[in-house]
């Protein structure tokens, strides 16, 4: 702890939870990603091949859910340009996300508080829940921010 | 541990370690990411706010040089298809990637062992650090494979 | 009025007329306009919203449907590099643009003369009427070009 | 005029005023602009022209700086989603907007009132004044935008 | 021929053969293929002339599915860098390929040997047969390689 | 030969000659070209390797100058939509192209005359020859065009 004056925004606080707007994953965005990436593994990008897998057509990379869930997420955040990502725990994929699917982020504040190594900078971690238009989970994570008071 | 067969495979054993190709990151990556994700935050799309800022310059975001440094590990890893990302622990941003930067990624597998709630299941874990044209970190996780064996 | 010889081109006289080549709008134009722009609103990326709401459907942005109408307008124009943009006047949106629609350009030259502040310089004002596959018209402008003689 | 109880939003009142985040230009924006709408003008696309011409270097589309500024407002919007554009008037191209520049939008709401003919309806006109990192004026055009009251 | 001692790769030898994986053609596929060409001709633009054409729906630009083929070649090749692409002879287009068509190539190696004029250049020459899902060929060509010896 | 009355066009005829708009490359397309069809080697993406290459910088794919080539040829065709591509011939890639580097292409028809075997059929012969702004080829091709008389 530090006796820096600290202020606790409301988005810092344990307990601040939003859902974030949607978006719809399009096949255009898995080609996009695939050719920025250079991951043009068979279930993203050959479709007779996926039809014939457990999951029956093309899914998304996992790196582009979480890309657009970070995206969302910051588009939605009031701190925007203050506090910054820090890194990721926990990054599990739970489900596939297929062509047309829409996803939002649900977001929680879990931990808040002085960083006790180094004076002045707030950890705040959130939980962040993917959901797809079924509700279903596709991807958790624990997401770092820091923030300078 | 089960009694299941397991043939180890050699890029499922600790210590196999391999360095991925480079990649430089051009500022259409950024505008692309930005316009995928929606994150279009000063540091990434205004060249006037990012001059002004402590880096002097335009930042890659977080998730390009992990969904990059994810393509580059794939695009290498010689089972292709076969082990799939179950998730990631400890990801961390170290230090910022610029316009022009190359980045490549060294691997090297930490633990693989048969998972002991779910028989037939091995869990490899690789740690990824993404270097830059300088040999500096500027990004370390942890990546969780799988393989039914 | 000045007094330097003017030669009117055909497709700069009053009444000249004609329509564009087609343009079917799919999705990843979407995407890529809201990319590029960063407009991403629920009605253009968020299918499900978008299925609820009364178009039923999502719709492409405004001026994804503009720029690509002063594109085939250009594409088809015989002056090509000579006259340039100088505005629009009355731009109306009049109907949505959904995802799979065709759309082209009735131009129609509805004034043309010599400014008469600035010697030398042509003024031309084309109606731009933009139609889908059914003959609807979705944007309507006047397009007002300038020509040195 | 209507007896509805009209609400009116700060946003929509006469002198509201201010300025969005910027927005540099990058080569890849004119790119894919091209592409998408079919404009292959040599001013955007061969720089041994362009360096040849009275600008000295490749500028931007004006439809590409229009678009931009559009979702640069939308982006900064309080009432995103409840008010709709409905069209622009004395849209009017200033200055060339070359690779490399910064563009922001200065807003200012200079008329709002209920629509005559039709009873509930709500017409904002906002001037929007697009500048680039000196300040200079590029683009100028008047935002209509409607809201159901 | 010449008295260099020369490593013949199994790659190089005639009759080595593979198939590539395979990879589905999308709609912004095409869309983006147009747009970096500038070939926005009405087959591949407008779903509408597309329709009631002899094909019944809008089809990939021929150097589209020629530059994915050789990219699914790349891909593959066991000599990634070393053997360069010298040119191409006999590319003959057979069959239309549409939105929704996974490609993939058959590869066998021709012919193989030292160049009379240039000491110490292996040529090769490769058919590449590109196929769509149902087995037609689609694309026929012979591709040159070189590599020093 | 056939008996059918043939009207030789213009764009038919051997001699016919001319050269289309330029065309500069940018990193982006090479970027884009790289995702689209999976070729990710080196020389393409890796600033440094490419440094210290024989070439000093990274070079454009192949097949993005040949697809760029045939854009601007048949953007320029006066007979857009009523011939179409059957092949080519002898393509022979001469030097690198460049991050920055703007190419045209020199057009010229060198054989026109009815098939043989196929009555009504007209088999046009054109060498393109793909120049950059110091007057160097980078590419030549022999395109054979098809047209029902």
Redesign the interface.
Known sequence: MTDEPDIEWECDRVGYAYTT????I????I?????????????H?????ARQSRYGQ?IA????T???A???K??TDQS??VRI?????????RKPVFI?D?ISVKVEVTRSQMDEKRPGLRRIVETMDVVN?HGESVLFLEHILVRWV
């Not at 990008?45 to 091949?49: K, Q, S, T």
């Not at 990502?85 to 994929?93: A, F, M, T």
């Open positions: 707007r949607g978006r719809t399009g096949e255009s965005d080609l996009l990603h695939a050719g920025q990436t250079g991951d043009q593994y068979a279930l990008m050959d479709a007779e091949i093309r990379h996992g790196t582009l979480l890309s657009i970070l995206g969302l910051f588009d925007k340009g990502s820090y890194g990721y725990d926990s990054v599990r994929y047309g829409t238009q």
